[in-house]
């Protein structure tokens, strides 16, 4: 394979990414024919026969409504900067937890070995009862 080839096949990789991103941010605001002709393609990985062959359509229409959901999802997120945010988050996170192992460094044994504890912590039962019993004023 030539080298200008591995790119394209790269840079159409990262467009699915970011499709697959937006798709687990704003699926639910796509039609159940839309969301399961997404799902298959992205999710499940299958071709445009395969998806035409299962619906029941052609391959133009299994095309057309995948660039409609792409446009879709690039607007909800023009409008609305959940991904944005999200990513925004995530990198804070990261920042926020690098500067900490960093400093942790000058600390001694005991402490640094604390705080990699306290970072490596899985927070989600925590985070899910948090959500559970304040859903009224979080969600």
């Known amino acids: 394979m030539t080298g200008v080839y591995l790119f ?8 699915d990414l970011h499709f697959l991103r937006l798709w687990d941010i704003y699926n639910g605001l796509l039609t159940n024919t839309q969301r399961e002709i997404t799902d298959l393609y992205y999710n499940c990985d299958l071709s ?6 299962e619906k029941g359509c052609s391959r133009q229409s299994v095309s057309e409504c995948l ?3 792409r446009k879709q999802f690039e ?10 945010i999200l990513t925004e988050a995530s990198l804070n996170a990261s920042f926020l ?3 900490i192992e960093r400093t942790a460094e000058a600390f001694p044994e005991e402490y640094r ?11 989600s039962q925590e985070i ?3 959500i559970e019993k304040n859903k009224d004023t979080l969600l």
């Open 8 to 15: 394209f096949i790269m840079i159409a990789s990262m467009k």
């Open 48 to 53: 445009l026969a395969e998806i035409a062959e």
């Open 67 to 69: 660039a409609t959901c």
């Open 75 to 84: 607007e909800y997120e023009e409008r609305l900067h959940f991904l944005r």
């Open 97 to 99: 937890a690098t500067d």
């Open 113 to 123: 070995k604390k705080i990699t504890e306290i970072l490596q912590r899985d927070y």
């Open 128 to 130: 899910a009862s948090a």
